[in-house]
């Protein structure tokens, strides 16, 4: 058997009746789907299935003030064909449950009836496609476990298994099979009274149902701005946690700055000499920045780690858009830092023309080699440090440094920054505030001073 067996909920009402439903006051929510009237030459196909919408037909021999819904399979494979069969079920005034033989015991379709039962609506049961053989005791069955829920005064209708109703035939049902079913619901849309009973009954029991339902709700509610609040505080908490470990731990934090070189040190007019090495690059990925690293899929297992004993690779647990956020990062800031010791060179160089002082000025590629070594370096960063002052001069040098210092460290922020915000994003965006909270209780409060 297909299923789900019904995409596009049905209404089916009496021609006279089409303009209550042709209109959006009924089921505003699903746009209008209509079918072209058939004829024996040219025949309608079923239309394909339409999301959000409701097919409105008409039949003659239906009575007046009677309007059939067919909803969707309430356990649907279709999570969206559940909701919605549950949406139209609330919407109705009389609620058919139709069950068959093989099926009359699962659970879903005893949690809408349970449902209805809290909710006191007007129900009827159907149990269809019962074979004749067995039609007396699944009947029995089926009222024993109606009544051990205390639902056995819900009118119950059986229908047995017929060609039509497996395949054969027109696949309509002959009507004195369902003639008690028909006369049934017949009689709720004739009688003013039955019809006015059997909606007053319904509206009367959800209203009743909100009683409890919306303190539920209201507690659900407050309970989910808690968590988002929560959720929220851990991933903020992690990533500032994470950034003063950082400046704790980072050779480019103002407490950890390499000594300089004594005041009677040589300054860049007495040397011109490479630093050891290979002074002109400047490390790929700064330890600060690559130890950024992501443990988990967890927003608390972010943990930005700093490393001093020299590059290694990036390790991002998998995460190949982490490393390569993070690695955009790490070539700005050495572009950045490369203009910076560029901007200290031509400082250095101003004092003098002379063609002997331009000899002995660093060469920027060197400086900002060195600069890199001495905030980066881990255990030779003092000695990076010591060759800059020399270069430089002990107070250049320092100055740089600190520049360079606060460049690292507001670049480490930055990333981090933009990771924990980018980890905040589907929460955010969720858009869990505590008003709903408030308006449900007040809604509660008018609700039962109108009662």
């Not at 130890?291 to 290694?312: D, E």
């Not at 790490?330 to 004092?351: G, H, N, S, T």
């Not at 440090?385 to 020399?390: F, V």
């Not at 980018?422 to 709903?436: F, H, I």
Request: with cysteine; net charge positive; hydrophobic share 40%.
């Amino acid at each position: 058997m297909l299923r789900p067996t019904t995409r596009t909920p049905v209404l089916v009402c009496h021609p006279e009746d089409h303009h209550w439903f042709a209109g959006m006051r009924v089921l505003p929510q699903l746009t209008r789907v209509w079918l072209p009237q058939a004829d024996e030459d040219h025949p309608v196909d079923e239309p394909p299935a339409e999301e959000n919408a409701l097919r409105v037909e008409t039949a003659a021999s239906l009575p007046r003030g009677l309007a059939l819904l067919d909803a969707p399979d309430i356990d649907s494979l279709v999570v969206e064909n559940r909701l919605l069969a549950a949406e139209l079920i609330c919407a109705a005034d009389i609620w058919v449950m139709v069950t068959t033989a093989s099926r009359y015991a699962d659970a879903v379709p005893w949690h809408l009836l349970r449902t209805a039962k809290e909710y006191d609506a007007t129900l009827v049961t159907v149990l269809d496609r019962v074979p004749h053989q067995v039609i007396g005791e699944v009947s029995r069955q089926y009222g024993a476990l109606l009544d051990k829920a205390g639902l056995g005064h819900v009118p119950r209708f059986t229908i047995p298994e017929l060609p039509e109703s497996t395949g054969g035939g027109s696949g309509l049902l002959p009507e004195n099979a369902v003639a008690e079913l028909r006369g049934w619901l017949a009689h709720r849309a004739l009688d003013p009274a039955a019809r006015q009973q059997a909606a007053d009954r319904t509206a009367s029991g959800v209203i009743d149902s909100l009683d409890a339902r919306l303190p539920e709700l209201a507690g659900a509610v407050a309970a989910q701005y808690a968590t988002a609040v929560r959720l929220g505080g851990v991933v903020e908490a992690t990533y500032r946690e994470q950034g003063k470990r950082v400046r704790r731990t980072s050779a480019a934090a103002p407490s950890s700055r390499a000594t300089p070189a004594p005041a009677g040190a040589a300054t860049p007019r007495q040397h011109r000499r490479r630093a050891p090495g290979r002074p002109g690059r400047i490390p790929r990925r700064p330890p600060a920045l690559r130890g950024l690293r992501r443990r988990g899929t967890r927003p608390g297992h972010l943990a930005p780690r700093t490393r001093l004993r020299g590059p290694r690779p990036l390790r991002a647990g998998g995460d190949r858009e982490t490393a390569e956020r993070i690695g955009v990062e790490v070539r700005r800031w050495r572009r950045v830092l490369e203009e910076l010791a560029e901007e200290e060179v031509r400082e250095v160089e101003r004092p003098s023309g002379s063609r002997a002082a331009r000899a002995a000025v660093p060469e920027p590629d060197t400086v900002a080699a060195l600069l890199a070594a001495s905030l980066l370096g881990g255990r030779r960063a003092r000695a990076a440090g010591e060759r800059l002052a020399e270069l430089l001069g002990a107070q250049a040098a320092l100055r740089l440094r600190d520049k360079g210092g606060e460049l690292v460290l507001s670049y480490v922020d930055r990333v981090l920054h933009a990771e924990r915000d980018r980890r905040l994003a589907p929460l955010e965006a969720l858009d869990v505030t505590p008003e709903p909270q408030a308006e449900l209780i007040a809604a509660l409060s008018v609700l039962q001073k109108e009662k």
